[in-house]
T-cell receptor, first 117, second 109 residues
């Protein structure tokens, strides 16, 4: 299974600080996603990204959040001014490489645990 | 109402038991995913289904499109199967995945 890597694995920050979470998918993928999981809750969709543009975003993805693919490889999620409630596990996912003819699956990175103090 | 529901919420089994986790969904889908999440937090894709049945080792996933229901079965369960199992629906190809609440499985030796 092709890998998706995420850095850092754990980020601790002070409230109000900016954080950048990074995802390194295989370069030939077209579709990228960010999800988050608050401790004890289910995984929630944040944003999807296709062809270097946002294709869909959830209500959670407000003006504090942004996504970029700055160098055509890394895929970043930026939170401009973190709040306590941003503490969560953030997962990057990608889809686009056909594992089996006619089907695709969505693969997830290992996650970045963000702790806002 | 949640678009993806799972039952049971928690499940404890003895090693060797046959385990079934159920998933129901209320939306039209192009694919149904089963995922595994270990205590460390990482999510691993187990299956993606659009019809019928798939098997991988001791894991079997089935789906009934008409009834909007899927099941994940684990045969000869083992303590290393202990994890949270998540059902997730995808409405169209390359769409976001809508996660269920997960089923926490504990297999006791």
């Amino acid at each position: 299974e092709p890998e998706v890597t995420q850095t850092p694995s754990h980020q601790v920050t002070q409230m109000g600080q900016e954080v950048i979470l990074r995802c390194v998918p295989i370069s030939n993928h077209l579709y990228f996603y960010w999800y988050r999981q608050i401790l004890g809750q289910k995984v929630e969709f944040l944003v999807s990204f296709y062809n270097n543009e946002i294709s869909e975003k959830s209500e959670i993805f407000d003006d504090q959040f942004s996504v970029e693919r700055p160098d055509g490889s890394n895929f970043t999620l930026k939170i401009r001014s973190t709040k306590l409630e941003d503490s969560a596990m953030y997962f990057c996912a990608r889809q686009g490489q056909r594992a089996i003819r006619g089907t695709d699956t969505q693969y997830f990175g290992p996650g970045t645990r963000l702790t806002v103090l | 109402k949640n678009e993806v529901e799972q039952s049971p919420q928690n499940l404890t089994a003895q090693e060797g038991e046959f385990i079934t986790i159920n998933c129901s969904y209320s939306v039209g889908i192009s694919a149904l995913h089963w995922l595994q999440q270990h205590p460390g937090g990482g999510i691993v894709s187990l299956f993606m289904l659009s019809s019928g049945k798939k098997k991988h080792g001791r894991l079997i996933a089935t789906i009934n499109i008409q009834e909007k229901h899927s099941s994940l079965h684990i045969t000869a369960s083992h303590p290393r199967d202990s994890a949270v199992y998540i059902c997730a629906a995808q409405k169209t190809s390359y769409d976001k995945v809508i996660f269920g609440p997960g089923t926490s499985l504990s297999v006791i030796p």
